[in-house]
């Protein structure tokens, strides 16, 4: 049922003195964009008038088809408690279609979509917890961002050790005050370190909350004179910033991974859709984890996933499933990272899920120990396999896994691999600090 009509929000506009109004959509990569309105124009923007030129948007269309249209999601309507209280600024999240009415391939809130409603075919509601982490750096004298930070706060670590505590509090107010439920936020493992985690919900609202989330930070962190930065490595010798996407599935209300009569009280249903994601996460990696820095998170030695392997008892596997249960049961996917398109993230994750519950594709036997600690022998004969290495090999899996091609379509698929592929090639050209230390005064 719909939170708004076109009245409500023509209502809501005037009564709040709302003045602009971003209409809000995100590229192939993830990558936040908005054409501004004022309040004027706004029946117009509802009527699904409102057009823009897709050939400027990277991965969009050619300059000879670029009229493209934004049809606002009334229910995403959201007043922004950073701006003016004369003069508001409110959003709408908007879909992309062509000038003919049909909806644009390379629209990955589309994607998502899909893959929603293929999972109501068979009676399921997708429900997904995030867990974003980011770091708070100092900007320079020209409001550009650094990797300099003062603090040496860990894990937990409250103030006055944690520089960015207050930081942080503002934030989690903000994103109160735009209708999010906070259920804790902390200081994380590496200096200047953060995680903030909102409750679970339906995942198209998700997806939308995790791109609302990343604008609110990085807004209240330029308040505080910060930069917070959602790259997944941005300093060596530290941890990196995760993503981890907690997910189940609902039937009649009833969450279907729980059932108490069976092994770890879990149902066939959760244990095929962790079956479905080990199937497929070599081809889902360069969705995940899309940059050449993504891999540097993807080490030993700090926590995150590296061998495809699923627990119920630690968290050094690929999959994890947290202790709760009941409602509360659920399947932690751990590799991903906050770079990631959420809407193309959640959308391979549950079509890998539900591809292991119609093949009924059982897993392999749960890990007890830490993975990490396994010598070669023992990952050989568990058959235990690694997530790629690096954005170059992330990229040849997902070009041989058909399922999750189709996923995001012919137009969606073909951009990316050109995008990733031309980063690949240039990153492969950087003649790095490191080799230059290594390599200059031996050769």
Sequence with gaps: MSKYSKQDIIRIVEEEDVEFIRLQFTDIFGALKNVAITSSQLEKALDNRVMFDGSSIEGFVRIEESDMYLYPDLDTFTIFPWRPQQGKVARIICDVYNADGTPFAGASRMVLKKQIDEAAKMGYSFNVGPECEFFLFHQDDNGQPTTITHEKAGYFDLGPVDLGENARRDMVLTLEDMGFEIEASHHEV?????????????????????????????????????????????????????MHINMSLSKDGKNIFDDPSGELGLSKEAYYFIGGIMKHIKGMTAITNPLVNSYKRLVPGYEAPIY??????????????????????????????????????????????????????????????????????????????????????????????????????????????????????????????WEIEEYLYKI
């Design 190 to 242: 590496a200096p200047a370190q953060h995680e903030i985690d909102f409750k679970y919900d339906e995942a198209l609202t998700t997806a939308d909350n995790i791109m609302t989330f990343k604008l609110a930070v990085r807004t209240i962190a330029k308040r505080h004179g910060l930069f917070a930065s959602f790259m997944p490595k941005p300093k060596q010798g530290v941890s990196g910033s995760g």
């Design 308 to 433: 495809i392997a699923w627990s119920a008892t630690n968290r050094s596997p690929l999959i994890r499933i947290p202790s709760t249960r009941g409602e509360g049961t659920r399947v932690e996917l751990r590799s991903p990272d906050p770079s990631a398109n959420p809407y193309l993230a959640l959308a391979v994750c549950l079509a890998a899920g539900l591809d292991g519950i119609r093949n009924q594709t059982m897993p392999p036997k749960g890990v007890q120990g830490n993975v990490f600690e396994l010598t070669p022998e023992d990952k050989e004969r568990l058959a235990i396999d690694s997530i790629p290495a690096d954005l170059h090999e992330a990229v040849e899996e997902f070009k041989k896994d058909e399922l999750i091609q189709s996923v995001l379509g012919e137009h969606i698929s073909r951009k990316f691999v050109e995008a990733k592929e031309a980063e690949w090639t240039q990153y492969r050209a950087q003649v790095t600090p």
